[in-house]
């Protein structure tokens, strides 16, 4: 998965309670996203980072939010989450260089909201 | 939003046929591109194409690009039962470097 680790892989947590997914890269990459994927919705994109400390919105923010303290990781952080974030979220890189941006997925975090 | 919208929703054929499939968008964009998920996985890039092409090939794949018409295709030749996922355009709207994802193909190829 191009070097790209997303950890949990799994968790189960209770309504209300804060839930924070790491994105780890080792391609050096600029930037880093978070989606999440539900059944009828594709993938939706949630925030993204185009530096470090450099952040900003994507279609379905509310609810989450990120950080970027390193080139490597990739922080999602949902504050109080809730039945409606249970989902499977995955985090992608790029390095867009003239006119591309192909994006490499991490494996995934399914996680489950009761 | 949704930018691009794939067709037809799912897609089951047997193994050796061509599998085709569609993606249309609504606006101007940098380049279209596909990807293939398989069942619990994260997505793989498969080919892009930029607003300048019309057609490309990599290997059994084959990708046109209409601008005019705002749509795009995906052609698997010679389909194998490994080609059994799900597949996803993805287009790369100008001055833009997010995607925005179509809501996905399934693909069932038959042995």
């Known amino acids: 998965d191009a070097g790209i680790t997303q950890s949990p892989r799994h968790k189960v947590t209770e309504t209300g309670t804060p839930v924070t997914l790491r994105c780890h890269q080792t391609e050096n990459h600029r930037y880093m996203y978070w989606y999440r994927q539900d059944p009828g919705h594709g993938l939706r994109l949630i925030h993204y980072s185009y530096g470090v400390k450099d952040t900003d919105k994507g279609e379905v923010s509310d609810g989450y939010s990120v950080s970027r303290s390193k080139t490597e990781d990739f922080l999602l952080t949902l504050e109080s989450a809730t039945s409606s974030q249970t989902s499977v979220y995955f985090c992608?890189?790029?390095?867009?260089?003239?006119?591309?941006?192909?994006?490499?997925f991490g494996p995934g975090t399914r996680l489950t909201v009761l | 939003s949704q930018q691009g919208e794939e067709d037809p929703q799912a897609l089951s054929i047997q193994e050796g046929e061509n599998a085709t499939m569609n993606c249309s968008y609504k606006?101007?964009?940098?380049?279209l591109q596909w990807y293939r998920q398989n069942s619990g996985r994260g997505l793989v890039h498969l080919i892009l194409i930029r607003s300048n092409e019309r057609e490309k090939h990599s290997g059994r794949l084959r990708v046109t690009l209409d601008t005019s018409k705002k749509s795009s295709s995906l052609l698997i030749t010679a389909s194998r039962a490994a080609d059994t996922a799900s597949y996803f355009c993805a287009t790369d709207e100008r001055a833009n470097s997010k995607l925005t994802f179509g809501k996905g193909i399934t693909l069932s190829v038959r042995p």
């Open positions: 606006t101007s964009i940098n380049n």
């Open positions: 992608a890189i790029s390095d867009p260089r003239g006119l591309d941006n192909e994006q490499f």
